[in-house]
């Protein structure tokens, strides 16, 4: 069982920043997968960023050159640092995990409103 605690949402003005963490209660390095999906009300939620057991990153094309995944095995935490925020980009945040074996957990999301 992984527990996964988001922190870090809050409200802040378009063009700012925000960086959310998710602590994770189990060795982020031994999960396949580790990263952020999104729902914004009234939408379906969404892959943000993801990173691999091998550092690899996958994310939306809408956040790219603006969010950065990266992630702290020592803290068992991994990071979305979010630069020039968008009023789009209000969500819940949600941070995600995947095992090798399929197990997947969730966290209990962090909310970002961006206003315009």
Known sequence: QVQLVESGGGLVQAGGSLRLSCASS?????????????????????????????????????VKGRFTISRDNAKNTVYLQMNSLKFEDTAVYYCHAKTDFGAEYWGQGTQVTVSS
């Open 26 to 62: 189990g060795m982020i390095f031994s999960l396949n997968f580790i990263g952020w999906y999104r729902q914004a009300p009234g939408k379906q939620r969404e892959l943000v960023a993801i990173i691999a057991r091998d550092g690899s990153i996958n994310s939306a094309a809408s």
